[in-house]
C-alpha cells in the first residue's frame, strides 16, 4: 500500500467515523456530541458581517455554515487561521491569559483547525494541524506542529475498538521479559490491580475475567474525540497523538505524545517537560516528567517523576516515586521508589516498595539463563548499594541492604533487616540479620516518617502501609527466627560431633532456641551458616546469630505493643481483660504485599476467588473491596500484633502480669529506639573525616546544624515521652 494516497476533499474533517461502524441513525458526531457540553445561550451560525471580518482577517473555511460560535465572539481576534469541518468555538474576547510569565491573547492565530470543540477564552497561535479535538476553557495551545486524534484513539488503555484484531492490543510485560506475566493497562490502574493480575497468573478464571473487566470498562465504538480540560497550556511541542489531557496540565517542548492518558488536575496538576517522549502509556495525577525523559508502555502513578533522560519501558512505577538518568524496564514497582543516578538499571523485577537504588546497581542480568524469562522480587525497604550487581533469578525479604558488590550468584534472602556482604578475601556471603535495628536505626525510623511526609496525594486510592514494622514484616522476622533456631542447633551439633546429625527440623529449633535464648555466651564460637541463600557451593556465613535473634525478638515485641497501645488509645473504656477478648486469635495469619496495602492472604483468595465467579464485575467493585479490606486492616493488624505478644510469651492466654512486663519492656525499646536514632546520626557528626572538609567545628555547624537540633531526633524524642506517659497510664487501668 502506498505510504500516501489522494482522499476525497471532503474528507477533510468530514467521515472521522467510518461509515461500517457508525450506529444506526447515527452521525460521525454522536460520540463528540456527548463529551460536550453545550454552552447555556447554545451555539449559533456567523452572520453574514461575521464571515466578511473573518475572511478580511485572512481565515479560510471549507464551508462558513459548519462554524458555530456564541453570542460573545470576536471576530478581530481570530486571525490567518484555516477551517475545516465542524468546528464549535466558544466565548472569545479581548483578553489576555496568562501561565507564569507567558502571557497570550485569546483567540486563534496562524493555525489549521479540523473538526474541534474549542472552550471559552482559549488561546490558539502557531498550531500546524489541530484535529478532532475537544479543547477546555482558558487553555493555551502555542507552537504546536501536530495534535490530533485518531477515530480509534485508546488514549492508552488496553483495549480494543470496533474492527481490531487482537494482535494490536497494548499489553505491558511487567516482572517478566517474557511476556509471561502481562497485564492490560487502564486509566485508574493502581499497583494493587497490577500485582494481583501479574502475579497469580496460574489462576486462569481470574485473568480470564480481568480482561474482560478491563475490556468492559470502556465504550469500544469508535469516535471519540482527544480532550484537554480546562487551563491547560501545551507550547513548544512536536506531536501529541491520541492523547486524554486533565485539567490545569502543563506540556511544554514535548517531542512526542501518543495513546496516553495524562491525568492532571487543579489540586494535583501534571507537568511534562523538555524532550519528553511517552507513547502507549497512563501517568497519574501531580507527576513531573521532565528533560528527556522516556516512557513506551507505562503507567506512572500518582505524584511520581520521570527526569533527566530516564527510561521507562514495559513497566508500572508505583505513587510517590521518582527514577532519574537510567534504564527501568520490565518492573512492577510499588509506591515510594527513590532511583536518582545515570549508570543504574533494573530489569525483570518486583519491588514493593520503600526501595532505593544507588548509583551503579544493575538488578540484574539474564545471561545466568537460557532464555529471558528469570525474574527478582524484592520487599518492601531494598536497598541494593552502590555499584551493586544482582543475577536473576533472586529474591530478598523485606528491608535487605546490599553492600557494595559484583554479587556472583542467584540470592534467596528470607532474612528481613539484614545485611549482605560478598567478602572476597574469604570467598563466602556474609548475612547479618536485623541489621538496621542493630546499627541503622536512624534510617529505620526515619523511613516511615519521610514517606508519609512526601506523600502529597490528594486523592489516595492506593492504601499504603509506610510502618517498616508491619504484619507483613512481623511474619518475617518469625520466619527468619526459626531459621536462625534450626542454623544454630546445626552448628552445634556439627560442633560437638565432628557432623550434623540428622534431626527433625521442629527438634532443631527447640534445641537452637534454647542455645540463642541461654544468657551465657554459648553460640560465641558457633560457625553458624545459613542455607539455600545462595547458588554456589561456598560458605553463607550468619553474622551475630545470637544478638540478631534477640533484635528480631525486640522488633517484634516493639511492633506487638506500640499496635496494642494503638487499641487501647482508642478503645479508653477498655481494660487488659476486655482488650484480650477483643483481639484473641487462634492463629497469626500469612499476609501479602498488593502493592502497598497489606492484606490478608485469605482475604487476597477471597478477592480473586470473587472475580473469577463474576461477583465482584468491575474495577471500581475490585477497588471498593481493597477500600473494605483497609477499614478493617487496622484491627486485623492489631489482633496479629496480640497474637504475635502471645507468640513471644509462648502462650494462648497472656495474663495480665505478663502485659505489664510487656508494658514495661515497650518502653524500654521505645527509648532504645529514641537513644539509637540519636547515637546512629550521631556518628555522621563525630566522623573525623566528614569534618575533613570544614575548616572548623563553627563551619561545620553552620553548614550541618546540631544533631541535637536534628528535626527527627527532636520528633522521636518527643514521641517516645508521650509513648512511656500511654504506657504509663495503660499499666495503671
Not at 211 to 233: A, L
Amino acid at each position: 500500500m502506498a505510504q500516501v494516497s489522494v482522499v476525497p476533499r471532503e474528507n477533510m474533517g468530514k467521515n472521522f467515523i467510518p461509515p461500517e461502524y457508525l450506529p444506526n441513525g447515527q452521525d460521525e458526531y454522536y460520540q463528540r456530541n456527548k463529551q460536550v457540553t453545550p454552552p447555556e445561550s447554545g451555539w449559533r451560525h456567523l452572520k453574514v458581517d461575521e464571515v466578511e471580518r473573518l475572511v478580511k482577517n485572512n481565515n479560510t473555511a471549507e464551508n462558513w455554515e459548519d462554524i458555530y460560535v456564541t453570542d460573545e465572539f470576536d471576530t478581530n481576534q481570530i486571525k490567518n487561521t484555516r477551517f475545516f469541518g465542524m468546528i464549535r468555538i466558544g466565548r472569545i474576547r479581548n483578553t489576555t491569559l496568562q501561565h507564569h510569565d507567558l502571557r497570550m491573547p485569546s483567540g486563534i492565530t496562524d493555525s489549521l483547525i479540523i473538526s474541534c470543540d474549542i472552550g471559552d477564552d482559549v488561546a490558539i497561535h502557531n498550531v500546524h494541524y489541530l484535529a478532532h479535538y475537544i479543547i477546555g476553557d482558558q487553555s493555551i495551545l502555542f507552537n504546536i506542529e501536530e495534535m490530533h486524534t485518531t477515530d480509534h484513539a485508546k488514549f492508552g488503555n488496553g483495549i480494543l475498538k470496533d474492527g481490531e484484531p487482537e494482535d494490536i492490543r497494548i499489553w505491558l510485560d511487567l516482572i517478566n521479559e517474557a511476556g509471561g506475566r502481562s497485564i492490560l493497562p487502564f486509566d485508574g490502574m493502581i499497583p494493587a490491580d497490577a500485582y494481583l493480575w501479574a502475579k497469580y497468573v496460574d489462576d486462569r478464571p481470574l485473568q480470564e475475567n480481568l480482561k474482560k473487566i478491563t475490556q468492559n470498562s470502556f465504550d469500544n465504538r469508535r469516535g471519540y474525540y482527544g480532550t484537554t480540560g480546562k487551563h491547560c497550556v501545551i507550547k513548544n511541542s512536536s506531536i501529541l497523538k491520541d492523547v486524554k489531557v486533565g485539567s490545569d496540565c502543563y506540556i511544554k517542548g514535548a517531542n512526542k505524545l501518543k495513546n496516553l492518558t495524562i491525568n492532571s488536575s487543579e489540586e494535583e496538576p501534571t507537568q511534562i517537560g523538555e524532550g519528553v517522549e511517552l507513547v502507549n502509556g497512563i501517568t497519574g495525577y501531580g507527576c513531573k516528567i521532565f528533560y528527556g525523559s522516556k516512557a513506551v508502555r507505562f503507567i506512572i502513578g500518582d505524584n511520581s517523576s520521570l527526569k533527566y533522560g530516564a527510561r521507562l519501558i514495559h513497566s508500572f512505577l508505583g505513587d510517590n516515586s521518582t527514577i532519574s538518568c537510567c534504564e527501568v524496564l520490565n518492573n512492577l514497582i510499588f509506591p515510594t521508589h527513590e532511583q536518582h543516578h545515570n549508570n543504574s538499571f533494573l530489569i525483570a523485577s518486583v519491588v514493593m516498595g520503600q526501595s532505593n537504588m544507588a548509583a551503579g546497581a544493575t538488578i540484574g542480568s539474564n545471561h545466568n539463563s537460557r532464555a529471558n524469562d528469570c525474574e527478582i522480587q524484592a520487599g518492601r525497604g531494598f536497598w541494593p548499594g552502590l555499584c551493586t550487581s544482582v543475577k536473576h533469578p533472586s529474591r530478598f525479604a523485606s528491608y535487605v541492604l546490599l553492600s557494595k558488590a559484583d554479587y556472583p550468584a542467584e540470592l534467596d534472602i528470607p532474612l528481613p533487616f539484614s545485611l549482605l556482604n560478598n567478602n572476597v578475601s574469604k570467598d563466602q556471603l556474609e548475612v547479618m540479620p536485623a541489621f538496621w535495628w542493630m546499627y541503622n536505626m536512624y534510617a529505620l525510623a526515619r523511613n516511615s516518617w519521610k514517606f508519609q511526609k512526601r506523600d502529597k496525594r490528594k486523592r489516595k486510592v492506593q492504601k499504603i502501609e509506610f510502618d517498616a514494622l508491619a504484619p507483613d514484616t512481623a511474619e518475617e522476622i518469625f520466619h527468619a527466627r526459626r531459621l536462625l533456631e534450626i542454623w544454630t542447633a546445626k552448628a552445634s551439633i556439627k560442633q560437638k560431633n565432628g557432623s550434623e546429625t540428622i534431626k527433625d527440623d521442629d527438634e532443631l529449633a527447640l534445641l537452637g532456641r534454647k542455645l540463642l535464648s541461654d544468657k551465657e555466651e554459648s553460640t560465641a564460637d558457633l560457625e553458624v551458616l545459613g542455607e539455600h541463600m545462595e547458588k554456589s557451593r561456598r560458605k553463607v556465613r550468619i553474622l551475630k546469630p545470637r544478638k540478631a535473634y534477640h533484635a528480631y525478638g525486640d522488633m517484634l515485641h516493639y511492633y506487638a505493643v506500640k499496635n496494642l497501645a494503638e487499641y487501647m488509645h482508642a478503645h479508653p473504656g477498655e481494660s487488659f481483660s476486655s482488650m484480650a477478648e477483643s483481639l484473641r486469635d487462634v492463629h497469626r495469619r500469612e499476609w501479602v504485599n498488593l502493592g502497598g496495602q497489606i492484606m490478608q492472604q485469605e482475604d487476597v483468595d477471597r478477592l480473586r476467588s470473587d472475580i473469577a465467579s463474576g461477583k465482584l464485575k468491575t474495577w471500581q467493585d475490585i477497588h471498593n473491596r481493597y477500600d473494605e479490606l483497609w477499614e478493617k486492616y487496622s484491627l486485623d493488624r492489631q489482633k496479629h500484633a496480640f497474637a504475635t505478644l502471645c507468640a513471644l510469651y509462648e502462650t494462648d492466654n497472656l495474663t495480665e502480669n505478663q502485659w505489664k512486663e510487656a508494658l514495661d519492656k515497650a518502653a524500654e525499646l521505645q527509648q532504645y529506639v529514641s537513644d539509637q536514632v540519636y547515637i546512629t546520626r550521631k556518628k555522621d557528626y563525630d566522623n573525623t573525616f566528614r569534618k575533613a572538609t570544614f575548616r572548623n567545628q563553627e563551619e561545620m555547624t553552620a553548614a550541618l546544624g546540631k544533631v541535637d537540633e536534628n528535626n527527627f531526633i527532636v520528633k522521636m524524642k518527643k514521641e517516645t515521652e508521650a509513648f512511656k506517659k500511654k504506657i504509663k497510664e495503660m499499666k495503671n487501668k
